[in-house]
Nanobody, 117 residues
Protein backbone atom coordinates (compact mmCIF):
# COMPACT_ATOMS: atom_id res chain seq x y z
CA UNK A 1 0.00 0.00 0.00
CA UNK A 2 1.34 3.40 -0.99
CA UNK A 3 1.72 5.82 1.90
CA UNK A 4 2.94 9.40 1.83
CA UNK A 5 3.22 11.08 5.21
CA UNK A 6 4.03 14.77 5.23
CA UNK A 7 5.16 16.62 8.33
CA UNK A 8 6.88 19.79 9.48
CA UNK A 9 4.20 22.37 8.80
CA UNK A 10 3.65 25.11 11.37
CA UNK A 11 2.67 28.70 12.03
CA UNK A 12 5.47 31.09 11.14
CA UNK A 13 5.92 34.81 10.66
CA UNK A 14 6.89 36.31 7.31
CA UNK A 15 10.57 35.82 6.68
CA UNK A 16 10.65 32.64 8.71
CA UNK A 17 11.78 29.16 7.67
CA UNK A 18 10.41 25.66 7.80
CA UNK A 19 11.62 22.26 6.69
CA UNK A 20 8.97 19.87 5.48
CA UNK A 21 9.47 16.12 5.31
CA UNK A 22 7.63 13.42 3.42
CA UNK A 23 8.12 9.77 4.32
CA UNK A 24 7.17 7.40 1.52
CA UNK A 25 6.43 3.69 1.56
CA UNK A 26 4.74 1.07 -0.56
CA UNK A 27 6.67 1.74 -3.76
CA UNK A 28 10.26 1.77 -4.98
CA UNK A 29 11.05 5.29 -3.82
CA UNK A 30 14.41 5.58 -5.53
CA UNK A 31 12.87 4.70 -8.90
CA UNK A 32 10.73 7.85 -8.93
CA UNK A 33 11.12 11.57 -9.18
CA UNK A 34 9.31 13.25 -6.30
CA UNK A 35 7.20 16.39 -6.37
CA UNK A 36 5.93 18.85 -3.83
CA UNK A 37 2.61 20.53 -4.56
CA UNK A 38 0.49 22.84 -2.44
CA UNK A 39 -3.09 23.93 -2.09
CA UNK A 40 -4.02 27.30 -0.65
CA UNK A 41 -7.44 27.77 0.94
CA UNK A 42 -10.13 27.89 -1.73
CA UNK A 43 -7.68 27.31 -4.57
CA UNK A 44 -6.53 24.41 -6.73
CA UNK A 45 -3.32 22.44 -6.57
CA UNK A 46 -0.15 24.39 -7.35
CA UNK A 47 3.04 22.63 -8.34
CA UNK A 48 6.02 23.64 -6.18
CA UNK A 49 9.08 21.58 -7.00
CA UNK A 50 10.47 18.31 -8.31
CA UNK A 51 13.62 16.27 -7.72
CA UNK A 52 14.88 13.46 -9.91
CA UNK A 53 15.42 9.92 -8.70
CA UNK A 54 19.04 10.42 -7.65
CA UNK A 55 18.59 14.04 -6.64
CA UNK A 56 20.79 15.30 -9.43
CA UNK A 57 18.24 17.62 -10.99
CA UNK A 58 15.73 19.89 -9.28
CA UNK A 59 13.21 22.40 -10.54
CA UNK A 60 10.97 24.99 -8.90
CA UNK A 61 7.97 27.11 -9.66
CA UNK A 62 9.05 30.65 -10.44
CA UNK A 63 7.78 32.19 -7.19
CA UNK A 64 9.74 29.65 -5.09
CA UNK A 65 13.09 29.94 -6.83
CA UNK A 66 15.80 31.11 -4.48
CA UNK A 67 13.63 30.53 -1.40
CA UNK A 68 12.79 26.79 -1.45
CA UNK A 69 15.18 23.84 -1.73
CA UNK A 70 14.08 20.29 -2.41
CA UNK A 71 16.23 17.32 -1.42
CA UNK A 72 15.87 13.62 -0.79
CA UNK A 73 17.41 10.78 1.17
CA UNK A 74 16.79 7.54 -0.68
CA UNK A 75 18.13 5.50 2.24
CA UNK A 76 15.28 6.91 4.34
CA UNK A 77 12.65 7.02 1.58
CA UNK A 78 12.16 10.66 2.45
CA UNK A 79 11.92 13.87 0.48
CA UNK A 80 12.36 17.30 2.05
CA UNK A 81 11.42 20.86 1.28
CA UNK A 82 13.43 23.60 2.95
CA UNK A 83 11.45 26.83 2.81
CA UNK A 84 13.13 30.14 3.63
CA UNK A 85 11.90 33.73 3.57
CA UNK A 86 8.32 32.58 3.82
CA UNK A 87 5.57 34.93 2.67
CA UNK A 88 1.85 35.05 3.53
CA UNK A 89 1.08 33.78 0.02
CA UNK A 90 2.96 30.57 0.89
CA UNK A 91 0.14 29.67 3.27
CA UNK A 92 -1.19 26.31 2.07
CA UNK A 93 -1.36 22.61 2.69
CA UNK A 94 1.76 21.00 1.27
CA UNK A 95 1.81 17.53 -0.26
CA UNK A 96 4.46 15.28 -1.77
CA UNK A 97 3.73 12.78 -4.50
CA UNK A 98 5.08 11.08 -7.58
CA UNK A 99 3.74 10.19 -10.99
CA UNK A 100 3.16 6.65 -12.10
CA UNK A 101 1.81 6.09 -15.60
CA UNK A 102 1.03 9.78 -15.80
CA UNK A 103 -1.06 9.95 -12.64
CA UNK A 104 -0.25 10.92 -9.08
CA UNK A 105 -0.33 8.15 -6.48
CA UNK A 106 -2.65 8.11 -3.48
CA UNK A 107 -2.37 11.47 -1.73
CA UNK A 108 -1.27 11.81 1.86
CA UNK A 109 -2.92 14.12 4.38
CA UNK A 110 -0.50 16.95 3.74
CA UNK A 111 1.05 19.33 6.23
CA UNK A 112 -0.27 22.84 6.88
CA UNK A 113 1.97 25.88 6.56
CA UNK A 114 0.53 29.18 7.77
CA UNK A 115 2.49 32.41 7.38
CA UNK A 116 1.00 35.28 9.36
CA UNK A 117 1.98 38.72 10.55
Amino acid sequence: EVQLVESGGDLVQPGGSLRLSCAASGFAFDDYAMHWVRQAPGKGLEWVSVITRNGGITAYAESMKGRFTISRDNAKNTVYLQMNNLKPEDTAAYYCNTLRDGAFLQWGRGTQVTVYS
